[in-house]
């Protein structure tokens, strides 16, 4: 997996504006499809991607 991010400057502060992740993965008995819903889920339940409402997460998801 990967993640890149964007910063913008708000007033004197920076700012995590939006992430995008990349996931490529082989996990046995999983298509595609299923890898993308999983993956779909736990962004969705992330404790860390909560916490930054306001920030554009993109998913990129890809079987190995």
């Known amino acids: 997996a990967t993640e ?10 920076f700012a995590i504006k939006r992430i995008a992740l ?5 996990v046995p008995g999983l298509d595609e499809t ?3 819903e ?10 860390a991607a909560n916490a930054l409402t ?6 990129e998801v890809t079987l190995a």
């Open 4 to 13: 890149s991010s964007a910063t913008k400057r708000i007033g004197g502060d």
């Open 22 to 26: 990349s996931v490529c993965g082989e």
């Open 38 to 47: 999983a993956a779909e889920r736990a962004r969705r339940e992330c404790p």
């Open 34 to 36: 299923a890898l993308r």
């Open 54 to 59: 306001g920030v554009e997460i993109d998913l």
